[in-house]
């Protein structure tokens, strides 16, 4: 079973700064990994994935992945935040063909 | 409009009741999912279907049972529901295999008393 760990429960930054979030995994076999947002109250919301090709992916509002099997990390980053990516983010590896194993999520709050 | 729909969005119950959670979805998806949410434990997959009447437990399916009898609808069912059941309930839904996003539907705050 794969899976994956966030080492930052929570991360405070201020609006324009940069972030990169932190995901490692365990390798297993086949990669396929994902990050998904969560809003106060919501569900998740994907916001990219990573399973071949370029390390790096681009997703939603400005969001990008670097994939790294020498560290296996896939960290999420953001050049310029906005006080409405105050959200949990959360970190999935894929096992076992549909399922999907969670991290334990990251808050970002982003101070105006 | 791709949309995952739950109902209720809350429900308070006390210990020995039933529970039904229902969770639709109108994009034709194959694959649903019943998650459940706890504080720092991220989610936590409790059944997958890959179609109508085909279902597998996910890692913490005891407890829970569930129905689908038409493509769109996936039912949670708790019979006999307990205070540790108390979460935030999830269901979601992709096309096919593990490669495809999933797609969250609000949730269901249960509270088993």
């Known amino acids: 079973t794969q899976t994956v760990s966030q080492s930052d429960a929570h991360v405070t930054v201020f609006e324009g700064d940069s972030v990169e979030l932190r995901c490692n995994y365990s390798y297993g076999g086949s990669i396929y990994l994902s990050w998904y947002i969560q809003h106060h109250g919501r569900g998740l919301q994907f916001l990219l994935k990573?399973?071949?090709?370029?390390?790096v992916v681009q997703g939603v509002n400005g969001f990008e992945a670097e994939f790294s099997k020498s560290d296996s990390s896939f960290h999420l980053r953001k050049a310029s935040v906005h006080w409405s990516d105050s959200a949990v983010y959360f970190c999935?590896?894929?096992?076992?063909?549909?399922?999907?194993?969670f991290g334990t999520g990251t808050s970002l709050l982003v101070d105006p | 409009d791709m949309k995952v729909t739950q109902m209720p969005r809350y429900l308070i119950k006390r210990m020995g009741e039933n529970v039904l959670l229902e969770c639709g979805q109108d994009?034709?998806?194959?694959?649903m999912y019943w998650y459940r949410q706890d504080p720092g434990l991220g989610l936590q997959l409790i059944y997958i279907?890959?179609?109508?009447?085909?279902?597998s437990e996910g890692d913490i399916p005891k407890g829970y049972r569930v129905s689908r009898k038409k493509r769109e609808h996936f039912s949670l069912i708790l019979d006999s529901a307990k205070t540790n059941q108390t979460s935030v309930y999830f269901c979601?839904?992709?096309f096919g295999g593990g490669r495809y996003e999933q797609y969250f539907g609000p949730g269901t705050r249960l509270t088993v008393l």
């Open positions: 979601a839904s992709s």
């Open positions: 994009m034709s998806h194959e694959t």
């Open positions: 279907s890959y179609d109508v009447d085909s279902n």
């Open positions: 990573y399973y071949s090709g370029n390390p």
């Open positions: 999935a590896v894929r096992n076992m063909g549909y399922k999907l194993t």
